[in-house]
């Protein structure tokens, strides 16, 4: 930019608009926006007008010599002018401080639209009740902090994305202040404090990822509602009916066509024993799964994966990601008993993840085969302390076996070679 109007003596980027000098500015980093300033009186201050302001790490490695960040960041907000639409600090160094409230009465609550606050060091901070005072919200990420809304709060009639991660909640009542926020179309909650009963209501609702524990989950008006991500801390709980109760709740989601789960949450199908061949309750709209840390050890997993499996009418598509150390011949047993199945007849794309190619693995790969009648892809991606060729050589074996296509192709961990 020190050579703005070489040719013709214009200072051309100077002259423009405001609204595109602006536009320009906010795809800068905060860093290289600052610098702007050294390059004339004119340019002294307009990166004090631009609509958005990322402290990230970029900026914090501005000022490793010693500067602390609190004090600039109050300084910045305190001098910016015009209209603020997207606020972000997201600095490991930063910790939970009574400066972040002082940061949102600064906040322009009639244009602010996004907010992030990733406070990575430190204990929980309760963040001051202002913050529910900005109405214009489209995407809100918190992080570090409790969140608690004030009784009475009427929720935010804009917010589209809600993140929130190690944050302190009030569980009884964050089904109601969901409820309160119609717009959302994106939730995410990671490592939040249990839920007895999980609340979620949506009527525009499109993706819901959780990563924590809860007893149980209910979906309220929930139509549009067609990802979901569920994945759990600690070791689940399958007493009382967890698996069917879930299968059960994420069934009654018209619009569901992908899912990732943790396969250990389906174990309490298995019971007396055994699990049901089919599930009585079917997921209509599903088009895609994908099953978490699969056990290969354990038969009630297993048998609990296949059934919920052949409860998909409609699966195009199926990745398992492994995790298995131990042969256990029961498992491999069990899995020879089974008879294909055809209402895998959609089945299109198989991907196994951490494959060992040890017998349990390769036989539900067997089943698979036999099964799928419109199968046109099966991808290994191999463990790398189980298979040092590639999977190739497992590939190999498997496509010795029955198809139940004939259009079935196997291909090889970098996606390159095709067994057909």
């Not at 899995?335 to 190619?357: D, V, Y």
């Amino acid at each position: 930019m020190d050579d703005l109007g070489l040719a013709s003596g214009v200072d051309t980027i100077t002259t423009l608009p405001r609204s595109i000098i602006e536009n320009i500015l906010s795809r800068l980093p905060l860093r290289e926006m600052v610098r702007t300033s050294l390059l004339s009186r004119e340019w002294k201050h307009k990166w004090l007008t631009c609509p958005e302001l990322v402290f990230d790490v970029w900026f914090d490695q501005m000022f490793l010599t010693g500067c602390e960040l609190n004090p600039i960041i109050h300084h910045v907000l305190r001098h910016h002018r015009g209209p603020l639409l997207r606020f972000t600090v997201q600095v490991p160094s930063i910790r939970s401080c009574p400066e972040i409230d002082e940061w949102l009465h600064l906040l322009p609550n009639h244009t602010l639209q996004d907010l992030f606050l990733r406070v990575s060091i430190g204990g929980e901070r309760r963040l001051t009740t202002h913050l529910f005072t900005f109405q214009h919200l489209r995407n809100l990420s918190l992080e570090s902090c409790t969140f608690h809304p004030p009784l009475g709060f009427e929720g935010f009639n804009k917010l589209v994305t809600l993140e929130l991660q190690n944050v302190g909640l009030m569980p009884d009542r964050f089904g109601d202040f969901l409820a309160s926020c119609s717009a959302v179309q994106t939730l995410k909650l990671f490592h939040c404090p249990a839920f007895n009963c999980l609340e979620i209501t949506g009527p525009r609702l499109k993706l819901l990822e959780f990563d924590g524990i809860f007893s149980s989950i209910s979906f309220k008006n929930c139509p549009l509602l067609r990802d979901v991500r569920l994945a759990f801390s600690l070791e689940l709980n399958m007493e009382n009916g967890f698996s069917l109760s879930l299968v059960e709740s994420l069934s009654c989601l018209p619009a569901l066509e992908e899912l990732k789960l943790q396969a250990n949450a389906l174990e309490g199908l298995f019971r007396y024993g055994a699990a049901p061949v089919k599930l009585a309750i079917a997921l209509k709209s599903l088009k895609n799964l994908h099953l978490t840390n699969m056990y290969f050890e354990k038969i009630a997993e297993i048998a609990s994966a296949i059934s919920f499996i052949r409860s998909c009418p409609i699966l195009q598509k199926l990745r398992i990601t492994g995790y298995t150390y131990e042969v256990v011949d029961s498992v491999a047993g069990f899995l020879r008993s089974q008879e294909p199945f055809e209402c895998l007849a959609q089945l299109k794309s198989i991907k196994m993840q951490l494959f060992c190619g040890n017998d349990s693995e390769m036989e539900f790969l067997k089943y698979m085969l036999a099964s799928a009648a419109a199968l046109e892809e099966t991808a290994i991606t191999p463990h790398s302390g189980c298979v040092t060729d590639g999977g190739e050589a497992i590939l190999n074996e498997l496509k010795q076996y029955p198809r139940a296509s004939s259009r079935a192709e196997f291909i090889s961990s970098d996606g390159k070679a095709r067994f057909p």
